[in-house]
């Protein structure tokens, strides 16, 4: 993002605000036609230098609610949804998506498998 930041105009980036404010406008007009599912909540963990940037962080998600779990990384290696013991290979350097629907309620964690590392919790209630 800071790459391609400064090839934008001011200009640009108001123009940029207003088409997203409208997608978000028309999804909410028209939900059946909307890209993700309705109520897709997209969590996003950046794995880098060995830590997770900026915390693990808690994320609160409604029983029900379709969770797409983002994950880059510097380091290859599994991405591990406990409980409800889903999986996804990142590669080091690329990220790796997970999508889940939330059916289960409690807490449940997220980590690098091979590494036992952390990445994320999830509330579901
Ligand atoms: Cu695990």
């Given at each position: 993002?800071?790459?391609?930041w ?5 200009l ?7 088409g ?18 309705a ?31 983002v994950?880059?990384s ?8 406990h ?22 309620s409690?807490v449940?964690?997220?980590e ?11 509330e579901?209630?």
């Open positions: 993002m800071a790459r391609w400064p090839t934008w105009s001011r640009g980036w108001v123009m940029a605000a207003a997203v404010f409208l997608l978000l406008g028309g999804c909410a007009d028209q939900r059946s036609n909307a890209v993700a599912p109520g897709t909540q997209r969590v996003e963990v950046h794995y880098s230098a060995g830590e997770v940037q900026g915390g693990v962080q808690r994320v609160r998600v409604q029983r029900g609610g379709v969770v797409e779990l994950v880059s510097d380091v290859a290696d599994e991405v591990h949804l409980t409800y013991d889903r999986k996804v290979d990142v590669p080091a350097g690329g990220s790796a998506t997970l999508n889940f629907t939330a059916d289960q409690g449940f964690e997220a690098l498998e091979s590494r036992g590392v952390q990445l994320v919790q999830f579901v209630r």
